[in-house]
């Protein structure tokens, strides 16, 4: 008899996986669940480096029974264009979806395709940042509210039960998008929470303002510790949600035919985070559990991988036609711990808000350096994004009056400049720009060139702009 373990080695040597043993000989089409934060931070969970204790030991569980990535990023930093990444493939430049609208309609998506094989796709929260509704064939379709405004663990649970039932009485593979709208503002607890919603949003732990750890690219000044407290009960409130996803996937039984991915859609929503192009406003805390392939607990510290390339992976996997015109590629050879070229940096870009404010951002970076080109960079116009209406914001430009390092970090907050280069091996919080720095001229030439070429390979409209403002 064929084992589980011995068939998905020989899957992915030959680089499929459309079938999957099951009751014995017998092999059945693999299942995705895929669950997303929102708006959390690469390092918030536990098992990627954060600080408060059991903070999130469903996230933590995940990881130690898969396999977790340590230079993962999405390819822009703010909701709908990450989504639209992750499910077309296509930088948003390609896809339609730049900012807060519906991708081209004859850019292919993923639901099309495992729609076309049968899978039941099924949607939790976060609809909206998928458009138009027709291109991703929900048969399954749960909006936030009817899950506490994307912020009721319990009902996540009620409802994905229900999802997997249905999967299992239709006879049908599956593909579940569960989106967390935790952490996302208004956090729980706050006053923007109660004008928001009219209510707070109950929560089973609260973090304390001395239990929480300020990021190392915001002040630690009493609002903003005040603030990051309130996101950190979030974001204990979003590993809960996680939790009971992973229950009603264990209750149903389809567990050990499931490749199970966790991710957040961007950084968390302060300063220099969220709606940027820094190491904390794309990288995220992605996780992979797929029983027989991927090892418990291993970890993947070398490799860039990315949202553009979450579909060609997703559809080697289940071992369905390859989309056209995508502009990522498989990362399914890591996951059984194998070598793959070409995984040595990674590019992002930022086009809109949720305001309708273009501010055209391109970074590439690689293990140690960080390249940012902001395109709208001038020194007269002024940056604005969601963050700014929060506690954080108005604190660092009170405590600008009387402070000059922060003075300079709210006016490089709101005005930027042209290039960024940092060294992130030994200033990951980019509060240092080393580009006039003479030693790094090589380092940051090469990064130039680097995102030239992709602009040039991938018909970045940004790239007249590019040329003409950088040597």
Not at 239 to 256: H, N, P
Request: a positive charge; charged letters at 25%.
């Amino acid at each position: 008899m064929t084992t589980r373990r011995h068939f998905f080695q020989q899957a992915i040597a030959a680089g499929a996986g459309a079938a999957l043993p099951c009751f014995g000989q017998r092999r059945a089409p693999l299942n995705i669940l895929l669950i997303t934060a929102d708006d959390m931070n690469y390092n918030s969970p536990g098992c990627f480096g954060g600080k408060v204790k059991d903070l999130t030991p469903n996230i933590d569980r995940l990881a130690s029974e898969g396999m977790r990535f340590g230079r993962a990023h999405v390819t822009v930093a703010v909701c709908q264009p990450s989504r639209s990444v992750l499910m077309t493939g296509r930088y948003p430049y390609r896809n339609g979806a730049e900012g807060f609208n519906a991708i081209r309609t004859d850019v292919p998506t993923l639901q099309e395709q495992l729609h076309a094989a049968g899978y039941l796709n099924g949607i939790m929260a976060k609809n909206v940042h998928l458009a138009p509704r027709s291109k991703f064939c929900w048969d399954f379709y749960i909006t936030p509210d009817q899950l506490g405004q994307g912020r009721s663990p319990s009902l996540y649970y009620q409802y994905a039960k229900e999802y997997f039932t249905k999967a299992k009485t239709e006879g049908k593979p599956f593909f579940l998008m569960a989106n967390s709208q935790d952490p996302h503002r208004p956090f729980a607890g706050s006053e923007q929470e109660m004008k928001n919603f009219g209510k707070h949003m109950p929560y089973s732990r609260k973090i304390e303002d001395a239990e929480a750890v300020v990021p190392g690219f915001l002040p630690d000044i009493p609002n903003v510790r005040k603030e990051v407290a309130q996101y950190l009960t979030s974001v204990h409130r979003c590993d809960e949600t996680v939790g009971q996803v992973l229950r009603a996937l264990e209750e149903s039984g389809a567990a050990g035919n499931t490749m199970v991915m966790f991710l957040s859609d961007n950084g968390m929503s302060f300063p220099f985070s969220k709606t940027n192009c820094y190491l904390t406003s794309t990288r995220t805390p992605w996780i992979v559990r797929w029983p027989g392939v991927t090892k418990a607990g291993s970890v993947n510290s070398a490799d860039f991988i990315s949202g553009i390339d979450y579909t060609p992976t997703i559809l080697e996997a289940t071992g369905l036609r390859a989309l056209d015109g995508v502009d990522g590629r498989s990362f399914l050879s890591l996951l059984s711990g194998k070598k793959q070229s070409g995984r040595d940096h990674v590019f992002t870009v930022f086009h809109e808000t949720s305001g309708k404010q273009r501010y055209e951002m391109r970074c590439v970076q690689n293990g140690r350096y960080g390249y940012i080109f902001n395109g709208w960079s001038d020194g007269q116009r002024v940056f604005k994004n969601e963050s700014q209406s929060g506690l954080s914001f108005k604190a660092m430009e009170e405590a600008a009056k009387t402070d000059p390092k922060i003075a300079e970090r709210v006016k490089l907050f709101l005005y930027r400049v042209p290039e960024e280069f940092y060294d992130f091996s030994t200033d990951p919080n980019a509060l240092k720009n080393l580009i006039h720095e003479a030693r790094y001229k090589a380092e940051i030439q090469k990064m130039r060139s680097l995102m030239r070429e992709n602009m040039e390979r991938t018909g970045d409209r940004l790239l007249e702009t590019f040329k003409s403002k950088v040597a």
